[in-house]
Structure formats: structure tokens, C-alpha cells
């Protein structure tokens, strides 16, 4: 099994910045791919951004040129730089990672989710 455990939402006021972070642990052979996903009230859930092995990296086109995903692989830790935040990008954030706990076996896990708040 694979916990995730975010950290970093919070509070912020418009044009301010946060950055996020996601660690994984327990059985990890490898990780392929890890990303955050933001679901706004009411709304579906979507994709951020996804960084895979290698550093290649994808967005949203409504958070391009704003938020950045990085990778710690020694700590099996993603980030997510915000900035020029807006009350659009208020949701709870939650961390994804595709794990190779074995040769045969690759699975996805989520984090919990961290709250986002965008407001003066």
C-alpha cells in the first residue's frame, strides 16, 4: 500500500502565491508519474498538472505560465508552485501518483486533498 500526504493549502488573497506539497511512502518499487488535481466546489475534479520520470511535464492551459510541478525523487515528493492567484483557483488540491510497487503491479494512489482559498 501507498499513503500520500499533502500539505501546503491554506489561505491566500488574490495575486498572492502557495506552493503545495505531496509525499509518498510505503511500497514503492518506483514512481511513474505524479500530479495534482483540483476539484472546485460543485465542480468535476481536473487535472493541474503531471510531471513523469524523465521531468516532462503538462498543465492546464488556465494555470500555464503560473504554476510550476517539481519532483524530489529522493523524497518521493512532488510540488506545486502557485502564483497570480485567483478566486478561480480556489478548490481542494489533491496529489496523484502512479506507483510500480513490483515488476507485474503499477497503481494509482490519491492524497487526502488540501483546501485552497483565494480571497482578500
Known amino acids: 500500500q501507498v499513503q500520500l500526504v499533502e500539505s501546503g493549502g491554506g489561505l491566500v488573497q488574490p495575486g498572492g502565491s502557495l506552493r503545495l506539497s505531496c509525499t509518498a511512502s510505503?511500497?514503492?518499487?518506483?514512481?511513474?508519474?505524479m500530479a495534482w488535481y483540483r476539484q472546485p466546489p460543485g465542480k468535476q475534479r481536473e487535472l493541474v498538472a503531471i510531471?513523469?520520470?524523465?521531468?516532462?511535464?503538462n498543465y492546464a492551459d488556465s494555470v500555464k505560465g503560473r504554476f510550476t510541478i517539481s519532483r524530489d525523487n529522493a523524497k518521493n515528493t512532488v510540488y506545486l508552485q502557485m502564483n497570480s492567484l485567483s478566486p478561480e483557483d480556489a478548490a481542494v488540491y489533491y496529489c496523484?501518483?502512479?506507483?510500480?510497487?513490483?515488476?507485474?503491479?503499477?497503481?494509482?494512489?490519491w492524497g487526502q486533498g488540501t483546501q485552497v482559498t483565494v480571497a482578500s
Open positions: 496523484n501518483a502512479n506507483v510500480r510497487s513490483s515488476i507485474f503491479h503499477s497503481a494509482d494512489f
Open positions: 510505503g511500497s514503492i518499487l518506483e514512481i511513474n508519474a
Open positions: 510531471i513523469i520520470n524523465g521531468g516532462n511535464t
